[in-house]
């Protein structure tokens, strides 16, 4: 037996070896992936397109076609608002996320005093971020009286202020409304943003030093200095962090607690397939558009 | 002179510049730690504190009654020994199946190993939430592709309400954000030069020794990574956590329960519990005791956190 496993192996040359490994190593990922990914995929679009029914005898699943999907987007009470709730806050808040990210990376970068301390804080949300703790939070009620007690306005005012500053100095009604509403949500953004600092501070420091010192020579200020280097070079970042920005927007949002209510407590499992797979295609669908807009303008040292 | 202006405009600049960035970094952080203050704040102070408008931060009545609640109601220790216990395996095993996956799709090329990349990117596409209700079923009959009914006669095992999904999942390499680890990984390998391999494969190591012996302890940064960040999506992942968990006391499923678990204490407690800001301070203690044990880790480990995923290859 073993002189045979030994002839075996001896036969093959090494990348043929290798790959052998190869597989043996993937191994375990490719069974979970089709017991716990690619079988309950199928499942969930055939129970999409199913009407089930639970008797003494287990399930019985019928055929029914699109109706559940007809049923999600017409009948459905609440799936169309939750719907679209979800992409604009996706559409709203994946820009600024990012956009924010890239500013602090490029911050934390910079040499200050009480910079470890400075990042550690800044990463403290990857540790906290949590369906759950958000969720009680918006719902707590100490906070809300601590938020009255201690700035009573305080801050919708300034903010005010300064809106009727920049509409005055000619900035477009929607630019302002938008970043009104950013400063509002500040801390939903910082939150949400710690991953994709990471990201692209890890992304800044892979930059050759030789660029800026050159760039600083022939007389760039820092601002050109970013805009000529740093941002081309982080740009195939910009790519991942916007992905990574809307999938992790799964772990909590609307859409997903109305998908799992309609699944376990009404146990329509139809519908709430139907919903999944409406949910999942429009996400496809955003993250190929921006995908495509955004890769049209990486640079690529290559 | 012309040279000295222009000098001292520019350190003009600069020095303005330091003291915006200072206003920056310390308003963000200020609210990044301001929740985590002010639940502090609420978990020492008094019932009689709450309404008092001179109180904002520290309590005129200091009391530790708060925590004596939440840690009852939330039957903290075990809950805490048992939120540690999960965390920690999935986080073991997921690391090592998506060490080795990552790994072979890195270095171990074979005949649709791209293919098989790409279903790891679907993995990471896909929204969970697509997918949990074939998994929760086959997980309340698991019969393994009929092995078990085999087995034990025609029935099925229901794995709900055990650790077994965890096990398996990330046993696996498919469990919370996997995907993402395989990905991490992956990249990192793919940085690390052939050369090294190479010449441990001419001094007659096999592919297994030269992974284990060569490949992973250079990996470490990534490593470090993929521990810190599955261990604490894992401690605070309510999605899965609550579907395949419905009664066992870990701390999301006791989070997520708290309200109503507060709820029923103030129907049969005192009449002078009946209030619901007592109720929302519970809570918030509630809130910090279950992010307590990660905020100290992370005083520990923070340092790692910081400086590995630069050295991770994230970036390619």
């Not at chain 1, 809300?144 to 919708?156: D, L, R, W, Y």
């Not at chain 1, 000619?170 to 953004?189: H, K, P, S, T, W």
């Not at chain 2, 609640?69 to 540690?84: C, G, H, P, R, V």
């Not at chain 2, 809570?283 to 340092?303: E, H, K, M, N």
Request: charged share 10%.
């Amino acid at each position: 037996m073993k002189t045979i496993t030994k002839l075996v192996f001896r036969s093959r040359t090494y990348n043929e070896q290798k790959a052998l490994w190869g597989f043996l190593y993937v191994l375990p990922w490719l069974l979970g992936f089709l017991f716990f990914f690619f079988i309950p995929l199928l499942t969930s679009l055939q129970y999409s397109l199913s009407s089930i029914k639970a008797n003494a005898n287990g399930m019985t699943m019928k055929y029914i076609g699109f109706a559940n999907y007809i049923e999600a987007l017409t009948v459905n009470t609440s799936f169309n608002r939750i719907l679209t709730e979800s992409v604009v806050n996706m559409v709203v808040n994946v820009p600024l996320i990012v956009i924010f990210s890239l500013f602090l990376a490029v911050l934390l970068n910079q040499k200050f005093v009480g910079r470890a301390l400075a990042r550690s804080i800044f990463f403290l949300p990857v540790i906290l971020a949590s369906g759950v703790i958000a969720t009680l939070e918006a719902s707590s009620l100490v906070q809300a009286i601590n938020e009255q007690n201690a700035n009573g306005g305080v801050f919708s005012s300034g903010t005010i202020e300064l809106a009727n500053i920049m509409l005055r100095s000619g900035v477009n009604e929607d630019i302002v409304l938008y970043l009104m509403d950013a400063v509002q949500r500040i801390y939903q953004i910082v939150s949400q943003s710690g991953v994709q600092i990471l990201i692209f501070l890890a992304g800044i420091q892979t930059i050759s030093p030789q660029l800026y010192e050159a760039s600083k020579i022939e007389g760039a200020t820092g601002y050109e200095a970013f805009w000529k280097i740093t941002f081309p070079m982080v740009s195939p970042l910009i790519l991942v962090n916007v992905i990574y920005t809307i999938i992790d927007s799964f772990s909590r949002n609307n859409m997903t607690t109305l998908i799992k209510e309609t699944g376990f407590t009404t146990f329509n499992f139809g519908l709430s397939s139907a919903m999944a797979w409406i949910y999942f295609l429009v996400i496809m669908i955003i993250l190929l558009v921006s995908a495509y807009f955004i890769s049209k303008r990486v640079f690529y040292q290559e | 002179m012309i040279l000295a202006r222009l000098l001292s405009l520019e350190s003009w600049k600069r020095g303005l510049w330091t003291i915006v960035r200072l206003v920056l970094i310390i308003g963000l952080s200020f609210v990044i730690l301001y929740p985590i203050i002010q639940k502090i704040s609420t978990a020492i102070k008094d019932k009689a504190d709450l309404y008092s408008p001179i109180v904002v931060f520290i309590p005129e009545h200091f009391t530790l009654d708060n925590f004596k609640q939440a840690i009852s109601i939330m039957d903290y220790w075990e809950t805490l020994a048992n939120t540690f216990v999960l965390s920690s395996m999935t986080t073991i095993m997921t690391a090592a199946s998506c060490a080795f996956a990552g790994y072979a799709f890195a270095r171990l090329k074979f005949k649709g190993s791209n293919l098989l990349f790409a279903g790891v990117i679907l993995t990471i596409l896909v929204p969970p939430t697509t997918i949990l209700i074939p998994i929760y079923m086959n997980l309340k009959d698991f019969t393994l592709l009929g092995v078990i009914p085999l087995l034990t006669g025609g029935k099925s095992l229901n794995l709900l309400n055990s650790y077994w999904p965890f096990i398996l999942t990330s046993l696996t390499a498919n469990s919370l954000k996997a995907g993402l680890y395989i990905f991490i990984f992956r990249q990192f390998f793919r940085g690390i030069p052939k050369e090294v391999e190479e010449a441990a494969y001419i001094d007659g190591a096999g592919v297994g020794s030269t992974f284990l012996r060569i490949m992973l302890p250079n990996a470490i940064p990534s490593i470090v990574t993929v521990l810190l960040f599955s261990f604490v999506w894992q401690w605070n992942d309510s999605f899965f956590t609550t579907t395949y968990l419905t009664s066992s006391k870990v701390m999301s499923t006791q989070l997520s329960s708290l309200p109503y678990n507060l709820q029923i204490l103030l129907e049969g407690g005192a009449t002078t519990n009946k209030d619901p800001f007592f109720m929302s301070m519970v809570q918030d203690t509630g809130i910090l005791l279950a992010i307590l044990p990660l905020v100290i880790l992370y005083l520990f480990v923070q340092r790692y956190f910081v400086e590995s995923i630069e050295r991770t290859g994230i970036v390619g």
